[in-house]
């Protein structure tokens, strides 16, 4: 079954460093997504992508974000300058459609801020 | 604003039946996901509601009603592996169709 694969599975950055986390969405999926969970608390949508340009983020996506897709395969999210709170775990997902239709989610990378 | 309510906690009993709510005010709809969130892994799709009335898929069930900004998650013949949380989210973002604004989600206890 095809699968949203993120890398790594967890990484370790000191503060004010960059991050890039890396994505493969499932290969026929036009529309991708990148969310948060922070520890015990809700997944929270971060930006939405289609047609190599930003669709849609939300107010948590700020100028230390930024999205790419390099090539025809990845997706990443980079951090530019690491925050104690941006500590948490990242969801990417994908899907073939734009709405209606169900998003999956990669196994996420857990991200600590030091 | 964006605001979805449902329960922190719930306990059930294996074999039995058991409704999650989940109530909604938000600025754009496009439809109603449920997900489910074992701990530590990726929340996985369970259902999708757009109109109003009842979805059943196995033993997981989902109810809509849009005029009362309001849905349920039914799960029947509970296992023990249904232990997780269940994730309601709504679709769309200012408007926007695919982006998920997710409850806090409520997390199902199944004890034998």
């Known amino acids: 079954e095809p699968e949203v694969t993120q890398t790594p599975s967890h990484q370790v950055t000191q503060m004010g460093q960059e991050v890039i986390l890396r994505c493969v969405p499932i290969?026929?999926?036009?529309?991708f997504y990148w969310y948060r969970q922070i520890l015990g608390q809700k997944v929270e949508f971060l930006v939405s992508?289609?047609?190599?340009?930003?669709?849609?983020k939300s107010e948590i996506f700020d100028d230390q974000f930024s999205v790419e897709r390099p090539d025809g395969s990845n997706f990443t999210l980079k951090i530019r300058s690491t925050k104690l709170e941006d500590s948490a775990m990242y969801f990417c997902?994908?899907?073939?459609?734009?709405?209606?239709?169900?998003?999956?989610f990669g196994q996420g990378t857990r991200l600590t801020v030091v | 604003g964006q605001n979805i309510d449902q329960p922190t906690e719930m306990t059930a009993t294996e074999g039995a039946i058991v409704q999650i709510n989940c109530t909604y005010q938000t600025s754009g709809f496009n439809g109603l996901f449920w997900y489910q969130q074992h701990a530590g892994e990726a929340p996985t799709f369970l259902s999708y509601?757009?109109?109003?009335g009842l979805e059943e898929k196995g033993r997981f069930s989902s109810f809509l009603s849009r005029s009362k900004g309001y849905s349920y998650l039914l799960l029947k013949e509970l296992q023990m592996k249904d232990s997780a949380s269940y994730l309601c989210?709504?679709?769309?973002?200012?408007?926007?169709?695919?982006?998920?604004?997710f409850g806090k989600g409520t997390k199902l206890s199944v004890k034998p």
């Open positions: 997902a994908s899907s073939a459609l734009s709405g209606e239709t169900e998003a999956f």
């Open positions: 509601n757009v109109l109003d």
């Open positions: 992508f289609y047609n190599n340009e930003i669709s849609e």
């Open positions: 989210a709504v679709e769309g973002y200012g408007g926007s169709q695919g982006n998920l604004i």
């Open positions: 290969s026929n999926h036009l529309y």
